[in-house]
């Protein structure tokens, strides 16, 4: 049984949601290939061999952090390690949460996003790489009160080892918002889809809702009228029994 601190409920929560991309899109079959890979599920319970969860990558391999990769690999000089104290940065302050929003950034078929251009990217749209071996968009000022969003790799175990990133290739990117968040959840919706869009121009790649499908302006305005509700929801005072007299 693992110990079930906050930390490892919200890491659990991460990879619940990133094991649902991976089963959509899968891994490249060879570098350069973005197409999935046909479900090996019967190769696999012939072999007697049974495959971890994400839930438990993240766990273990995730919750290691960038040190252990670092300690293995060579460091790139244009791509270091970061200083183990950006581990905190994007951690949230709470394990509470009501409602996970997702974006993935996809790949365009037969092609993938390499490392190096997912890192650059990142930073022209001003994320911080920090907890979990993700990037995160921050409160400028305040980045103690959590991310507005994250973005994780979908190959598991969901982070991006930038003691290799040159060699990173991945068919699809995650942005998710896990709310209650640091700001309201149409201030954090109103920046999450922007950086996305970027992103996507930036790398060539085409984004997608939490079905796999194109992130159209139909589907876009049912998740603004959903945020709105949430809003609204948490704005509205608690309901309060009627006296008896």
Not at 70 to 96: I, N, V, Y
């Amino acid at each position: 049984m693992f110990d079930l601190t906050p930390e490892r409920i919200w890491i659990l929560i991460a990879g619940a949601l990133l094991i649902l991309a991976i089963l959509f899109f899968g891994r490249p079959r060879k570098p350069g290939q973005g197409r999935r890979l046909p479900r090996g599920g019967e190769a696999d319970a012939a072999s007697g061999r049974v495959e971890p969860t994400l839930g438990e990558q993240l766990e273990g391999e995730l919750a290691e952090g960038v040190g252990e990769a670092a300690e293995e690999g060579t460091q790139d000089p244009l791509f270091p390690s970061p200083d183990p104290a950006s581990d905190e940065l994007g951690k949230r302050p709470s394990d509470e949460f009501d409602k996970i929003v997702t974006v993935y950034l996809a790949a365009r078929a037969g092609e993938a996003l390499r490392g190096p251009d997912i890192v650059v990217a990142a930073e022209k749209v001003g994320l911080a790489y920090g907890h979990m071996g993700v990037f995160h968009r921050l409160i400028e000022r305040q980045p103690e009160r959590g991310p507005v969003f994250s973005v994780a790799n979908i190959v598991k175990p969901g982070s991006f080892d930038m003691a290799g990133i040159q060699s990173v290739e991945t068919p699809a990117i995650a942005f998710f918002l896990t709310l209650p968040a640091p700001v309201s959840a149409m201030d954090a919706w109103d920046a999450m889809l922007p950086t996305a869009e970027r992103m996507a121009e930036l790398l060539g790649g085409l984004l997608l809702d939490e079905q796999r499908n194109a992130l159209g302006r139909q589907r876009i305005g049912h998740i603004r009228e959903e945020l709105r509700a949430y809003d609204r929801q948490r704005e509205a005072p608690p309901l309060t029994k009627p006296s008896r007299w």
